[in-house]
């Protein structure tokens, strides 16, 4: 079973930045599409971006807007999400996940997340 960790998260000022990371252990994920979503208090899980496993082609939510940049190390075996001007909008738990064709979770278990709080 494959495990995510994230990492990363924090509290930050309106317009500040962050990196997130998503460790995966237990099987190698360079061939498959990865994701990160995530889910504000009272709110639906939702996704935020997407990187093909070769990095080469990424995609976004709309409201990213581009502030947000997803990218991976394959030989890390890790995921990024680097984000950027902030919003108090993008509080939320932060979550990674290989990918479906669709870009649903292929995986209908999570990791643990990480926390991201901006502050306005």
């Known amino acids: 079973q494959v495990q995510l960790v994230e990492s990363g998260g924090g509290l930050v000022q309106a317009g500040g930045s962050l990196r997130l990371s998503c460790a995966a252990s237990?099987?190698?994920?360079?061939?498959?599409?990865m994701g990160w979503f995530r889910q504000a208090p009272g709110k639906e899980r939702e996704f935020v971006a997407a990187v093909s496993w070769s990095g080469d082609s990424t995609y976004y939510a709309d409201f990213v807007e581009d502030r947000f940049t997803i990218s991976r190390d394959n030989a890390k075996n890790t995921v990024y999400l680097q984000m950027n001007s902030l919003k108090p909008e993008d509080t939320a738990v932060y979550y990674c996940n290989v990918l479906r064709a669709d870009f649903k979770p292929l995986y209908d278990y999570w990791g643990q997340g990480t926390q991201v709080t901006v502050s306005s």
């Open positions: 237990g099987r190698t994920l360079s061939t498959q599409a």
